[in-house]
């Protein structure tokens, strides 16, 4: 665009083309104050006060605003590259889940219920079938790919707290020291196994939309084999969702059973469910939950599990 202050003052010498400005501001020429308006017409950042010399010998001083966030294209940018690269730690945590199982159990979903987990796991985030199938081919060659390891770590809060990690790593000597680090970060403890993980129980989870279920919860569960029934917990988008527990081996079955009577079932997951909650206070719960999300930040974690409970 071209200036039009030369039009508008006739004593201004011409703007470089580094500072070309369309009217918007206010400057003065003399002793008159004349009133416009001065907007970017580059990206450039110029500096807040212009001189330039009249033919007359006097100056006019040029105010300019620069706005917040004038490159919306920037923001949009920036925006989409946090999401890709949230989708993305995504995707690589759930193929590597899928490529662990089928290493432990084979690629054969009917009898490797953590395979059949894991894959339930990658639809809900929209993973695409062939990238699945990709992964499963992989792994089932165990001349191809990376040896992930899966190890679980176990570690105590300064309220008393206990957190169980699950992780997939290749190399345990990285992963520990990295962890630890973290613990230390928020004043918590890592510790040695079999210091928290007898404080879980190891069950199957099989997760339903509240609406679904029409019947009392407790008879469904009874119905299709499963141990107990939780209807508290909620989704994402806020709707009330029930968890039915059962022992691992018996999660295809249950999963089926409840399919069998028309119901959708939302997720199924192998995880481990706290006998018993330590009770925190609102700012205590608060910095739990701070060391939670810098667990979950970590690349080779798949999974933190702990038993806090928040009193307000």
């Known amino acids: 665009c071209q200036s039009n202050v030369k039009s508008e003052v006739p004593g201004i010498m011409s703007l470089t083309s580094a500072s070309r400005l369309a009217l918007s501001s206010k400057f003065w020429r003399g002793n008159v104050l004349i009133n416009a308006h001065l907007r970017y017409c580059r990206s450039t950042i110029l500096n807040p006060i212009l001189t330039h010399n009249l033919r007359n010998g006097r100056d006019i001083h040029v105010s300019v605003h620069v706005p917040s966030g004038h490159n919306k294209w920037s923001k949009i940018k920036k925006s989409k590259g946090m999401a890709d690269l949230e989708r993305s730690k995504v995707i690589s945590k759930l193929t590597a889940i899928i490529a662990s199982a089928v290493r432990l159990g084979g690629p054969n979903t009917d009898t490797n219920f953590q395979l059949a987990s894991a894959i339930e796991r990658a639809r809900d985030a929209e993973i695409p079938k062939s990238t699945i199938e990709g992964v499963i081919k992989n792994a089932s060659n165990p001349h191809n790919g990376q040896t992930l390891e899966e190890v679980m770590y176990e570690g105590r809060g300064p309220s008393g707290y206990v957190v169980l990690i699950e ?127 810098a667990l979950s930040e970590h690349a080779d974690i798949i999974h933190v599990y702990n038993n806090i409970s928040c009193n307000s």
């Open 167 to 293: 992780a997939l790593t290749a190399n345990r000597n990285r992963t520990r020291p990295e962890i630890r680090m973290i613990f230390e970060k928020y004043k918590a403890v890592l510790g040695e196994p079999g210091s928290a993980a007898f404080l879980f129980d190891h069950k199957g989870v099989v997760t339903v939309s509240r609406k679904e279920v029409t019947s009392d919860p407790l008879d469904l569960a009874i119905e299709v084999g499963a141990e107990d029934v939780s209807c508290e917990e909620q989704d994402e988008e806020g709707n009330e969702m029930c968890r039915f527990l059962c022992d691992p081996n018996s999660l295809k079955s249950v999963s089926d059973a409840l399919k069998e009577k028309k119901l959708k079932v939302s997720s199924t997951a192998l995880e481990y469910i706290p006998k018993s909650y330590a009770i925190l206070d609102e700012e205590k719960y608060n910095k739990a939950c701070a060391l939670l999300d």
